[in-house]
């Protein structure tokens, strides 16, 4: 049963510390998207990537934010240094791109507090 | 800016009856998708329909898309329980050069036994 798997499931971190969330995405799939949930700002695309390379990173804050694919079967999200602002709920999707559709595979999410 | 707006933000019905949620968008799009979200849980996708399409039927499910209108309407006849969700839009612009999949604040089901 192919799924996106995303590690870890829940992390708490201190203020200023560095946060590394990791994605497995579904074997065969070419995009990864990465998303923010917020009560308040709802579903954020943070990262969008195809054939590993970065396509759209306009909805991450640079200064602190960074997202890589160093190889095809995982992504990171890294937050250094983190603040409280930061904490949501992270999602990696993945996707297969075909003609004129692109129907997004979703993890089950890393929880972030950052205290 | 956010791409698609669901409405009504929240809804509660009995078990039973049927749900429509709403959604609207602002630009052109290559195809809109719903996605239900349980409490706590990733999003699961439901069902695409193209910008050439105006009706798509899954299950329970159907969906319609009006593109003059910029609008698409979920319904889920004879609710469970079990739907208690919340269900989002996505859409993709269609002015972008790769498909950018952009998810509207959804719309909070609550369907009551």
């Known amino acids: 049963d192919a799924r996106v798997t995303q590690t870890p499931r829940h992390k708490v971190t201190e203020m200023g510390q560095e946060v590394t969330m990791r994605c497995q995405p579904i074997l065969g799939h070419n995009t990864v998207f990465w998303y923010r949930q917020t009560m308040m700002q709802g579903l954020e695309l943070l990262a969008y990537f195809r054939n590993r390379a970065p396509l759209d990173d306009s909805g991450m804050p640079k200064d602190r934010f960074s997202a890589e694919m160093p190889d095809a079967t995982l992504a990171t999200l890294k937050i250094q240094p983190s603040e409280p602002r930061d904490s949501a709920v992270y999602f990696c999707?993945?996707?297969?791109?075909?003609?004129?559709?692109?129907?997004?595979?979703f993890g089950q999410g890393t929880r972030l507090t950052v205290v | 800016s956010q791409q698609g707006e669901e409405d009504p933000q929240a809804l509660s019905i009995q078990e039973g009856e049927n749900a429509t949620m709403n959604c609207s968008y602002k630009t052109s799009i290559n195809n809109l998708q719903w996605y239900r979200q349980n409490s706590g849980r990733g999003l699961v996708h439901l069902i695409l329909?193209?910008?050439?399409?105006r009706e798509k039927h899954s299950g329970r499910l159907r969906v319609t898309l009006d593109t003059s209108k910029k609008s698409s309407s979920l319904l889920i006849t004879a609710s469970r329980a079990a739907d208690t969700a919340s269900y989002f839009c996505a859409t993709d612009a269609r002015e972008t050069s790769y498909d950018k999949v952009i998810f509207g604040p959804g719309t909070s089901l609550s369907v009551i036994p």
């Open positions: 999707a993945s996707g297969l791109v075909r003609t004129g559709r692109t129907e997004a595979f």
């Open positions: 329909i193209r910008s050439n399409e």
